[in-house]
């Protein structure tokens, strides 16, 4: 794969995280637990087969137990991956959004502090402030720094 690249089958928008996931817990998942358990029995059968029944076993019996233990592992370990997967896709959507709340609200914080409030500080401004009830500051204004989300 060349540098900078995606694979093919990345799924990026939330809708393709949900149908990947939604086939991870679907088709996926049961079909690995159903191969493994189809597994288990046919090896224990072969293990039993192949064992002691008149004191001796063939070494098969005890080579296709540690095969079979190493199998078991596999497959748990292959579930659990598939779990992390499954969840991953569903927590991406939360981490975003919990980002997007954050950023949105130190954005907001940071606007409050920005915007004058009219008559704030300003002795003598405000309601009833001067000959004819005047409510606007004396005073020249100062103008707010412009921000990259202006044009929003």
């Known amino acids: 794969m060349a540098v900078g690249s995606k694979p093919a089958d990345l799924v990026s928008t939330p809708a393709e995280k949900r149908a990947a996931a939604h086939a991870i817990a679907k ?20 293990v039993r087969s192949f064992g002691a029944r008149d ?19 596999q497959v748990r370990n292959l579930m659990d991956r598939l779990g992390a997967e499954k969840e991953a896709l569903g927590s ?14 130190a954005l907001r914080e940071s606007a409050a502090l920005r915007t004058p409030v009219v008559g704030a500080g300003v ?22 720094p412009a921000s990259a989300l202006d044009g929003y």
Do not use: K, Q, Y
């Not at 998942?29 to 072969?46: F, K, L, S, V």
């Not at 991406?92 to 609200?105: E, H, K, M, Q």
């Open 55 to 73: 004191g001796d076993g063939w070494l098969t019996s005890a080579a296709l137990h540690r095969a079979h233990r190493t199998w078991t592992d």
């Open 27 to 46: 088709d996926i998942e049961p079909g690995t637990r159903g191969a493994g358990r189809w597994a288990d029995e046919e090896t224990g059968a072969a």
């Open 92 to 105: 991406d959507r939360r981490v975003l959004t919990s980002a997007d709340l954050a950023v949105g609200s």
């Open 123 to 144: 002795p003598g401004a405000g309601v009833g402030a001067g000959a004819g009830g005047a409510t606007e500051p004396s005073g020249p204004t100062v103008p707010r």
